[in-house]
């Protein structure tokens, strides 16, 4: 599948996986930012792109960031429909201060087909062998 990326700035980087069979696509900053502990940024990447109309861009945390410095993406749905800059919120959940350079890698995107779905509003649903049972439902392991 090819998708087209148009380059709002022109120290943008065009997302690019870095190795064969990765799922995402390297969303990279185009400016730079500090975020202290607890801190919420927007990030701007320089890009927008044409998602396929069947399909959903999902932005992701990339690993290592969260894991090693405490960064996490907030939200991340690109809906086919959206041509406008490609914007990644974070959070630095860590107590460190964390500094984003210009061009580092600060999320990833997966690019996923959508199946259309339409609402049906009815009186009684399918029963299944969990029900209504919510969060702990499946025991602690």
């Excluded at 996986?17 to 801190?39: N, Q, T």
């Excluded at 490609?86 to 690019?111: F, H």
């Amino acid at each position: 599948m090819r998708i087209k990326i148009k380059k709002l700035h022109p120290d943008a980087k065009i997302p690019v996986k870095m190795h064969s069979g990765d799922a995402g696509l390297d969303l990279c900053s185009i400016a730079s930012h500090v975020l202290r502990p607890g801190e919420i940024a927007t990030v701007a990447t320089g890009i927008a792109m044409a998602t396929p109309r069947d399909c959903v861009g999902l932005i992701w945390d990339r690993s290592g960031l969260a894991i090693k410095n405490g960064l996490k993406v907030l939200g991340g749905v690109i809906d086919s429909n959206y041509r406008g800059e490609i914007i990644v919120g974070l959070i630095n959940l860590s107590k460190k201060t964390y500094r984003i350079e210009a061009g580092d890698r600060i999320a990833q995107m997966l690019i996923q087909k959508v199946e259309n779905v339409s609402p049906q509003v009815v009186s009684e649903l399918t029963s299944s062998n969990r029900g209504d049972k919510g969060f702990g439902s499946s025991g602690r392991k």
